[in-house]
């Protein structure tokens, strides 16, 4: 089990000194917690998207920075975005972004 931590002052850039790695073309992860559920960090370069997929369980979302938008619209710092069992989206981000997201299983890429 992984020990209990802080991220001090995540909403003003506290995530800033957080170790980021590649995820896919265009977007960094930073993982906080691994398993199910998992808690990480992405961040989004300016143009990069994630391609279309289908979430088997709960996802959330909090945009911390920037904005990325989906096929419901736009979404800027501050919001939260909550992804249904079954809900089906694309995700991309014009400005670049960094977002705090929690997932139960992996989503399943449609395209």
Do not use: K
């Not at 802080?6 to 906080?32: C, K, N, Q, T």
């Not at 279309?52 to 501050?78: F, K, S, Y």
């Not at 809900?87 to 395209?111: A, F, K, M, N, Y």
């Amino acid at each position: 089990m992984a020990e209990p931590f802080a991220l001090p002052a995540l909403l003003s850039g506290g995530w800033r000194d957080v170790a980021f790695g590649p995820f896919r073309e265009g977007v960094e992860i930073a993982h906080l917690v691994e398993g199910a559920p998992a808690l990480a960090l992405l961040r989004y370069a300016p143009g990069a998207a994630v391609p279309r997929h289908r979430h088997p369980a709960l996802e959330t979302v909090l945009v911390l920075e920037g904005a990325q938008e989906d096929e419901r619209g736009r979404h800027a710092a501050g919001a939260l975005i909550v992804n249904t069992p079954g809900s089906i989206h694309s995700v991309r981000s014009d400005e670049g972004c960094v977002v705090l997201i929690q997932w139960t299983e992996p989503v399943e890429i449609l395209d």
